[in-house]
């Protein structure tokens, strides 16, 4: 088949990071793949280009930017496109006013997050809008498809659930030799117990609570360092605040890294501190190299960390169980490890790339053909 996937561009994070290996695991089994970016390429568009998987963008600007739309409809129409996979909202709506009238096989669009922004009031008008021509929506948890029906975004009809999926074999068991390693490149004495999370600096991963129950821990333990790995609008704030909490010494902000595998091997304890989150791909990763678990209790965290045996959930926006529940599992080591071992077992049943890609393949498969 021919397929383009539709996105807003593909800068460093979880539903771009899905995106790619998606695409490159279809490329590899044949299918010819394209990505159409609706403002520009991102970071990560060269990964692709190196399994020469073309990348387009269309340099949207603000408002109707009708340059943008004929940019897009060319790039599909030229692939002779077969399936348009559209990821989110913005990009679903955009594709299918860009692609009007062209004949294509389905459309098909993913919804990544839980729409945590209910702000957003025009961009899903917009989208539902739209969603009447198109086959089907995804949701990557069970948790995103009943919020979304329920608060009547997207009809229950053609709406299904097909959970993200990771390369499990690309991550290796967290280990001493890389604990060793990720503390001489931080410079912190060997016995430090490393604390770690993946995502960007921004409000809806709420690492200003992580900082704070943080500061609760290094107080009653101070052989501990946390690790933010990645990037974005908060990280002076949280640089600022985690001076005000008095722990700047002992947190490290890595930024945007290429090493996220590498790194999460040198990690005692993995937390995810969201407010809002769909299918997190970060779990998955923690869960991939057998690192303990503690996260918030929000959309489908609970789908992939299983309170008490492949991890630990608290309640989000809150600092001070958040810190007791991270204090709890660096103090009992063995008890944290054995977690661990649980959720890459899990994740090597349940949260496989080749899984992922066989459920979307089947829902592109066969049916009538869709005037858009």
């Not at 770690?196 to 290094?218: P, Y």
Request: some cysteine; charged content about 25%.
């Amino acid at each position: 088949m021919n397929i383009t996937h539709f996105v807003e561009n593909l800068n460093r994070g979880g539903l771009e990071r899905m995106v790619l290996e998606l695409v490159k695991l279809q490329q590899a089994q044949g299918h010819a793949c394209q990505v159409v970016c609706l403002y520009d390429e991102g970071t990560l568009a060269s990964e692709l280009a190196a399994h020469d998987i073309p990348v387009y963008a269309c340099g949207k600007r603000n408002g109707l930017d009708l340059r943008a739309l004929k940019r897009a409809r060319h790039y599909v129409r030229e692939h002779d496109t077969d399936i348009l996979h559209t990821h989110n909202a913005v990009a679903h709506y955009q594709a299918v006013l860009a692609t009007w009238g062209l004949r294509i096989g389905k459309v098909i669009n993913t919804r990544h997050g839980m729409g945590g922004n209910r702000r957003a009031a025009r961009r899903e008008w917009l989208y539902r809008r739209a969603l009447a021509r198109t086959n089907a929506v995804v949701a990557v948890c069970e948790a995103a498809r009943s919020d979304a029906v329920a608060r009547g975004i997207v009809p229950p009809r053609n709406f299904r659930v097909v959970t993200n999926g990771i390369r499990v074999d690309a991550f290796a068991p967290a280990s001493d030799s890389m604990h060793e390693r990720l503390t001489r490149m931080l410079n912190v004495p060997q016995r430090t117990q490393m604390v770690g999370t993946v995502g960007r600096l921004n409000w809806a991963k709420d690492q200003v609570n992580l900082i704070r129950a943080f500061a609760r821990v290094h107080r009653r333990k101070t052989d501990t360092a946390l690790v933010l790995i990645g990037d974005g609008e908060l990280r002076e704030d949280l640089r600022m605040l985690a001076f005000d909490e008095g722990v700047a010494g002992s947190v490290h902000f890595l930024g945007d890294r290429n090493d996220v595998h590498e790194l999460l091997q040198g990690l005692d304890l993995f937390v995810l501190s969201s407010t809002s989150e769909g299918y997190s791909m970060a779990l998955l990763e923690a869960s991939a190299t057998g690192l303990p678990i503690l996260a918030t209790d929000v959309g489908g965290n609970r789908e992939i960390v299983h309170d008490g045996q492949t991890g630990r959930l608290v309640p989000a926006g809150n600092a001070p169980k958040l810190g007791d529940a991270m204090l709890a599992m660096l103090r009992e080591p063995r008890q944290a490890r054995g977690l661990g071992e649980a959720a890459r077992t899990w994740v090597q049943a349940n949260g496989s790339l080749e899984a992922m890609a066989l459920h979307y393949a089947r829902l592109y498969d066969g049916g009538n053909g869709l005037t858009v």
